[in-house]
Every structure is written in C-alpha cells, then in structure tokens.
C-alpha cells in the first residue's frame, strides 16, 4: 500500500471509525441497559432511556403502584390514614425514584419525602381537590426550583372528609441507570479512542517507523564503513521503495569497494610485474655496458655484439613502459583511436612481413593464409591492430616449448565478419583456465613471473581493442599441443543509394 493511500486510510480511521464505533456501542449499550430496565422495574413498554422526555420514564415507573393505589382507594379508603401501610406504600416508591404525599381536606397527613423540608414550595403548589382528572396514564408537571412529575388521586375517607393521595417524582435529574449508562458510554468511547489510537500507532510504526529504524540502522552502519550487511525490504510503498534503493546503493558501495581493492590489488602486481621486468633488462644493460668500460669486448665483433644486446634490452624496456602506458589508457577509456579503412589482404601481409624477421631470428617458423578477396575492407585503427597481432604473437613465442617453433596466421572469410586466427604449437592451455587467459594480470602459469617475464595485460589490451573496434575474441587450446587465438572484425560494405 502506497504511502499516501496509508495516510488517507489513517484519516479516515481517525475521524470516521471512532464516531461509528461509539455510535454502534452506545447503541448496542442503550438497548442492552433498556431491556434491563425495564426487567427492573416490571416495565412492558419499550423506553429510551437517553430519550430528552424524562418525564416519559418517571411516569412509566410509577404506572403500576398508581392502578395500585386508586384499586386500595376504590377498596378502603380508610387505610390511606394508617402511617404503616402507608411507609409500605411510600417505600415501593422510593424503590422507583417517586414519594407519596396524603392529603385529607386542606391538611397534609403525611409526606413520604426523604427531605420534607426542601419540598415545601411544592406542597404549597399542590392542585386543589378534583381539579385534575386523575386517569391513571398521566400527571401534571410543576415546575420550580426542581421539577416534578405530579399524579393526583382524588378520594373520600370512610368520615366522607375529602381526600387526595400524590404521587410525586422528581424529573430534574436523570434516574441512577441513566446516569451509569452515560458513563459507561464515556469510558467505552474513551476506550475506542484509545484502542484505535493503539493500532494506528502500532499500524504506523510497523508500517513507516521500522522500516525508517532499519534505514537508520543500515546508514549507520554504512557510516561506519560495515557493507556486509542486507537490508531487507518487506513493503511495496515509498518507504519500500527508499529502503530498495538504499539497498542497491549499499550493493554498488560494496561491488565498488571490492573493484577498488581488486584494482589496488591489480595495480601493486602491475608494478611488481613491470619492476621485475625492466630489472632483468637493466641489469643486463648494466652488465654489458661494464663490459665494454673494462675492455672485455676487446674485439669489434664482441663489441657490436655487446652494443647489440644492450640495444635489444633497451627495445624489451620502452616495450615495457609502451605497455604500463598503453594500460593506464584503458583504465581512463582514452585510447587514442583513428579509424581508417583498411585492405585486409595487404595489411596482414604487410604485418606478417614485418614480424617474420624477428621469428626468423628467433628460429620460429611463420606461416600466412590468407582465405579473403583482395577487396575486402574493413574500419579499424591499424596502429592499434598492430599492437593486437604483436601482443598476440609475443605471447605465443613466450610459450613455445618446442625444438622448432610454428606460427601460423590464417585470414578466414566468415560472411559479414573476417576472422583472424593465430595458432601456436606451445604447450597449451589448460581448459580450467582458458576462460580467464584474457583478464587482467590473469596467470595460468604462477611461474611465469620469473620464467616468462610480461606485465600479464597484454591479452587484456588485445580483448579491449578488438571490442572497441566492435568485434569478439577467443580462444581454444589443447595442452601440449598448442593455443589458438581467434578474433572477428566485421566487413565494411558501401551503402549504395537508390
């Protein structure tokens, strides 16, 4: 659920739940505590007891004892005199909030008021002798400084002296039930309130304060350089949204700072390599340069020789530092290309005539086969495609273990594509490591580094050119067969227009 769906759903929980689920328990409570009232007090007819006519109750509740009183009238009107029966009488309905007044000619005989005293204004507003129709549904009301509910029942004493008996209910207040009802219904809405105070909170803390806990948690985490964590994601809405993409950023922090440590790696090996590399060089340099300033090469040939060999270790370190160079351009992906159409044809010719005379003095015997139409053509930078055959042959020497070394480059026509392939009869590549030869500073030989010599990017700078060129390198090898080395370049084709 969206973030904002939630909030709605929080106002309207907020203002409309409470309201219905007050409304329905006072309701419900309102029936529950009227159907006990009524069981009270012997009542048959429904009642509101929240009803604003109060005096509706006062008089349903005394209903049955004024049938009663004008039945005892009709009876014996004498007993009306008797102070007992009538505290019997007075007490019945005290039990249903009323009193009863007896009056006998213009006197009060008795007064069943718990305060006599206060209710002294109402008996100086008592209705004369049968000036009321005394029916048994109804009385008068009196208002003063309280309000009562007032049923008269005129009669005569057994000495024919005129006689009244009251019925008189205070309706000013509400009865005890409505009163306990009424509270009941304020504490059950205080309690729905602050149940539904309770879930909402506990709705939005589970659903926006956790998930921001946890985000907090992670970033402190990130704070304090930890990224071996997860950050699990269990909403859909913007929080979730927030926390996943919090996640993923903590991921490519993560994968970053791996690089980093794998380049830092990478780069502490290139320098060893490289340091290595050009010591061998350098001392030889060194050695046959104190050579020639002690006069060992005493005769010309063994100086040419000297000056020979200084020059070739010379050549092996701008190689060397060619590379290292050539490697920081990758890392900044700005190698300079210059993009021309070329002949294949002429220019692996060109290339195998170059390099069959340093495999000619290495003992290596060269082949070319060229497979392609004279006329093909394809875009590509000869500089650096030069750099790819070179680094692609001099690693094939480096691994030819044989008495007589074999080259050979074939030139193949694959359709849209031309493909190069570079055999070598070395001792091959295991299959487990074939994958990885073209990584960077990738060994399938640890020993290579004394051995072999090489910084171990040359294949890497060889996969990097060809795919920038828009074309695919690989590599099949049988161990102590050989390594073949094939790449691809697509044809170039005029767009003739119509």
């Given amino acids: 659920m969206k973030l904002k769906t939630r909030l709605a759903v929080t106002f309207f929980i907020i203002t409309l739940a409470p309201v219905i689920l007050i409304c329905a328990a006072a309701y419900g409570l309102s029936n529950y505590q009227a159907q006990a009232f009524r069981k009270a007090y012997g009542l048959n007819e429904q009642i509101e007891l929240l009803s604003a006519n109060s005096m509706q109750i006062f008089n349903r509740?005394?209903?049955?004892?004024?049938?009663?009183i004008r039945q005892s009238l009709d009876e014996d009107s004498g007993r009306f005199e008797n102070t007992e029966y009538l505290n019997q009488l007075n007490q019945q309905l005290l039990d249903h909030y009323a009193y009863l007044i007896v009056r006998k000619d213009s006197q009060l005989i008795y007064n069943g008021s718990m305060d006599a005293a206060a209710d002294m204004e109402l008996c100086s507003m008592l209705p004369e002798y049968s000036s009321l129709n005394d029916d048994l549904e109804g009385g008068i009301y009196l208002?003063?400084?309280s309000q009562h509910l007032l049923?008269?029942?005129d009669f005569r004493f057994p000495d024919d002296s005129e006689g009244t008996v009251f019925i008189v209910s205070r309706v000013d207040e509400f009865v005890p039930e409505v009163k306990s009802m009424i509270?009941?219904?304020l504490f059950m809405g205080l309690a729905i309130l602050i149940g539904v105070g309770f879930l909402l909170t506990l709705w939005i803390y589970r659903s926006i304060l956790r998930p921001l806990g946890k985000l907090q948690e992670a970033t402190k985490q990130i704070r304090d350089g930890n990224l071996?964590?997860?950050?699990?994601?269990?909403?859909?809405d913007e929080i979730g949204q927030l926390c996943q993409d919090f996640e993923e950023m903590r991921i490519r922090l993560k994968e970053s700072g791996e690089e980093k440590v794998q380049y830092d790696k990478e780069s502490k090996e290139l320098i060893s390599n490289i340091a290595h590399d050009l010591k061998t060089p350098i001392t030889a340099i060194k050695g046959y340069a104190e050579g020639i300033m002690d006069g060992v090469a005493s005769s010309p040939q063994r100086l040419d020789k000297y000056i020979r060999t200084i020059y070739n270790k010379a050549n092996d370190m701008d190689r060397l530092i060619d590379e290292l160079t050539f490697y920081s351009k990758i890392d900044t992906n700005k190698i300079p290309y210059t993009f021309t159409k070329i002949n294949v044809a002429q220019y692996f010719r060109d290339c195998v005539e170059e390099v069959g005379l340093d495999m000619e003095a290495k003992g290596i015997e060269l082949g070319y086969f060229n497979y392609v139409d004279e006329d093909v053509v394809v875009i590509a930078d000869a500089e650096q495609m030069k750099r790819v055959i070179n680094n692609i042959i001099g690693n094939s020497v480096k691994y030819i273990d044989k008495k007589k070394g074999i080259i050979n480059i074939?030139?193949?026509?694959?359709?849209?594509?031309?493909?190069v392939e570079i055999e070598d009869n070395g001792k091959g590549i295991a299959q487990k490591d074939l994958p990885n030869i073209f990584d960077r500073f990738y060994r399938a030989d640890s020993s290579r580094n004394s051995s072999k010599g090489g910084s171990g990017i040359g294949l890497s700078i060889v996969r990097k050119i060809i795919e920038d060129h828009?074309?695919?390198?690989?590599?099949?090898?049988?161990e102590g067969i050989g390594t073949e080395i094939h790449f691809v370049l697509r044809k170039y084709q005029e767009v003739i227009q119509e």
């Fill in 61 to 68: 509740l005394t209903q049955k004892y004024q049938a009663q």
């Fill in 143 to 145: 208002d003063g400084d």
């Fill in 151 to 153: 049923k008269q029942m």
């Fill in 183 to 185: 509270a009941e219904m």
């Fill in 228 to 236: 071996d964590f997860t950050l699990e994601v269990e909403n859909e």
């Fill in 410 to 419: 074939r030139i193949k026509d694959v359709g849209d594509f031309i493909e």
């Fill in 470 to 478: 828009g074309g695919k390198i690989w590599a099949t090898s049988k």
